[in-house]
């Protein structure tokens, strides 16, 4: 059995748990490839996976007895019907978020033993970081501080949102990040009031407000920031909203601590922004939890039901989007205390003309 799940087998009173997302695998069993399954019982830790990564999971995983599910049927479903039945499991908690209906319609015809959901259990674990976790978000965070500073000297008129979105990820991989990491947003003029827009050909002009919201990853942990500036001298309506935004997110990061609900630190991001023209146009997500997962538990806003504890790491990122105009956006990954956060990421987050 793996450290920390004995709790939750016993608990749950069930004998074994098939673990599906892929992040989940990660973390219970250190393995950093895809496709690949979890099926952990009272006695034995099987890994189910096919040959094109038997070889990495026995290097990965250990402490794992590696299936390849290709030798043993037709789909990972008789993989998982062979341990069940060899294993004699009464009752298997399965990620019912994760797994597809007609994989759980055949495997439940397949097998006799019974199933029951555990979605949110692992990634319940996972909020709270261990002081491994910890080092890699904060390396994590320290490769997008150095790869911002650099993209900063390339934005230029005339060149385009893709081209900039590609240096951008070139240097967070020069500064160390991981070769597999999550594709950068980076916008300009009007097109930052997509708040997940795809960068486009849109060439750069002067006087654009350029939004970039990226990260990277170290041994698998992310880092997620915001920075939004302007390429000549801003405009008072730019600062007008770009310094909102700066107080709604000060507000946030000064009175987070371990013990704080989501919604309490959603509704201080509001003091800053109610009462102003924009307040229609505040996006109602001022951040969420980072790890394995680029948005993972606690969610921060207003329908949240989430408390904010110690050793969770954060995002707090506010953002004012106006369709047609553009928008503005900060966004700092910070490292929950007992008496406040210690913030990962150290970027200035003073208007940055260029
Ligand atoms: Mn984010």
């Known amino acids: 059995m793996l450290k920390g799940l004995e709790n939750i087998i016993k608990e749950m009173d069930i004998d074994s748990m098939l673990i599906s997302d892929i992040h989940n695998v990660r973390y219970l069993s250190g393995y950093k490839g895809d496709?690949?399954?979890?099926?952990?019982?009272?006695?034995?830790?099987?890994?189910?996976?096919?040959?094109?990564?038997?070889?990495?999971a026995a290097i990965e995983c250990p402490e794992?007895?590696?299936?390849?599910?290709?030798?043993?049927?037709?789909?990972i479903n008789d993989a998982i019907a062979y341990i069940t039945e060899k294993e004699e499991l009464k009752l298997m908690g399965i990620e019912?978020?994760?797994?597809?209906h007609k994989q759980y319609a055949e495997l439940d015809k397949m097998i006799s033993t019974k199933t029951c959901c555990i979605s949110g259990i692992i990634e319940d674990l996972r909020t709270v970081k261990q002081p491994h976790e910890k080092e890699y978000l904060r390396k994590a965070c320290a490769i997008s501080d150095r790869a911002f500073n650099r993209i900063l000297n390339d934005i230029k008129v005339g060149i385009t949102e893709a081209e900039l979105s590609a240096k951008l990820a070139y240097y967070l991989k020069i500064e160390g990040s991981d070769a597999r990491c999550y594709e950068n947003i980076f916008l300009s003029?009007?097109?930052t009031s997509l708040l997940h827009g795809i960068p486009s050909d849109r060439k750069i002009t002067y006087g654009d407000i350029i939004l970039m919201d990226f990260g990277a990853g170290y041994n698998g942990y992310l880092s997620d920031m915001s920075r939004t500036v302007v390429l000549?001298?801003?405009n008072e309506k730019q600062k007008e909203i770009y310094n909102?935004?700066?107080?709604?997110?000060?507000?946030?990061?000064?009175?987070?601590k371990s013990g704080i609900a989501a919604k309490e630190a959603y509704h201080h991001s509001l003091k800053a922004v109610s009462g102003t023209e924009y307040m229609s146009y505040?996006?109602?997500?001022?951040?969420h939890g980072v790890g394995l997962a680029v948005h993972?538990?606690?969610?921060?806003?207003?329908?949240?039901?989430?408390?904010?504890?110690?050793?969770?790491?954060?995002?707090?990122?506010?953002?004012?989007?106006?369709?047609?105009?553009?928008?503005?956006r900060i966004e700092d990954q910070i490292l929950i205390t007992d008496d406040g956060c210690e913030i990962l990421t150290n970027s200035s987050r003073q208007l940055i003309e260029l």
């Open 35 to 56: 496709e690949s399954y979890l099926l952990i019982s009272e006695k034995s830790n099987y890994f189910i996976t096919d040959a094109r990564y038997t070889e990495q």
């Open 189 to 191: 003029g009007p097109r």
């Open 282 to 287: 505040f996006y109602t997500g001022i951040g």
């Open 244 to 256: 909102i935004i700066k107080e709604s997110e000060e507000d946030v990061i000064n009175m987070v």
């Open 296 to 328: 993972e538990k606690p969610y921060m806003s207003a329908a949240s039901t989430d408390i904010i504890k110690k050793d969770n790491v954060i995002t707090v990122e506010p953002g004012i989007y106006i369709p047609g105009w553009g928008g503005v």
């Open 96 to 100: 019912e978020v994760v797994m597809s």
């Open 232 to 234: 000549g001298k801003a």
């Open 64 to 75: 794992f007895v590696i299936l390849d599910w290709k030798a043993l049927g037709r789909s």
